[in-house]
């Protein structure tokens, strides 16, 4: 199995708080799980990314907790902001094919006032 | 150092007439990928090319649907005899070895 399975569909979190967005993968061969950032009418970025030989990685206000005996991995927004509001998707690929990514469904965030 | 540039951003096709997506990759970069994004959905893989080779296809439908990334030039996605379920956004990303360079993306509506 491919799938990469992304949860929630969308989110509403109050600026300042935690927003949380969880996936979870069957494929064990997976070794590179990547975060990309979108916003309406561009494309993904890169936001942080993982290999599960740690299980936190963590950049200024993101970060990644990963479970490898689980098969999940998940993002964590601290302190979210408005200018956080954006479609977030994970994704997860073969080191040597790393850009051979198989993206979760994302997930909407809407960060309020 | 330009980002990964895709074009047109925008393309309007008949059900029937062909459809050219370009994409030059960033500067350096040997590596392009292809993805399909449905309205509402994630990234599909579609197909990994490099310098005059298809590496790998396995995402690609199997009419219909080529991608060349020749030696001068950008890569091309072409999509032949296009149908209304081909309206999709349809990103580039080019990479030197891990990470993957997305570019802006065409948005191609099939009327």
């Known amino acids: 199995q491919q799938q990469v399975k992304q949860s929630p569909q969308s989110l509403i979190v109050q600026k300042g708080g935690i927003s949380i967005i969880n996936c979870a993968y069957e494929?064990?061969?997976?070794?590179?799980f990547p975060w990309y950032q979108q916003f309406p009418g561009k494309g993904p970025a890169l936001l942080i990314a993982?290999?599960?030989?740690?299980s936190e990685k963590k950049e200024g206000r993101f970060t990644i907790s990963f479970n490898k005996s689980a098969k999940q991995f998940s993002l964590h927004i601290m302190d979210s902001q408005p200018g956080d509001s954006a479609t977030y998707f994970c994704?997860?690929?073969?080191?040597?094919?790393?850009?051979?990514?198989?993206f979760g469904t994302g997930t909407r965030l809407q960060v309020t006032l | 150092n330009a980002g990964v540039m895709q074009n047109p951003r925008h393309l309007v096709r008949r059900r029937g007439q062909e459809a050219r997506l370009r994409c030059s990759p960033m500067?350096?970069?040997?590596?392009v990928y292809w993805y399909r994004q449905l309205p509402e959905e994630g990234l599909k893989f579609m197909v990994y090319?490099?310098?005059?080779?298809?590496?790998?296809e396995s995402g690609m439908p199997k009419e219909r649907f080529s991608a060349e990334f020749p030696k001068e030039g950008p890569s091309i996605l072409r999509i032949q005899q296009v149908v209304r379920g081909d309206s999709a956004a349809y990103f580039c990303?080019?990479?030197?070895?891990?990470?993957?360079?997305f570019g802006q993306g065409t948005r191609l509506t099939v009327v």
């Open positions: 994704a997860a690929s073969i080191i040597g094919t790393a850009s051979k990514l198989t």
């Open positions: 993982i290999r599960p030989d740690v």
């Open positions: 990303a080019s990479s030197p070895d891990t990470e993957a360079f």
């Open positions: 500067k350096g970069h040997s590596h």
């Open positions: 090319l490099q310098k005059e080779n298809i590496i790998d």
């Open positions: 494929n064990t061969a997976f070794d590179y």
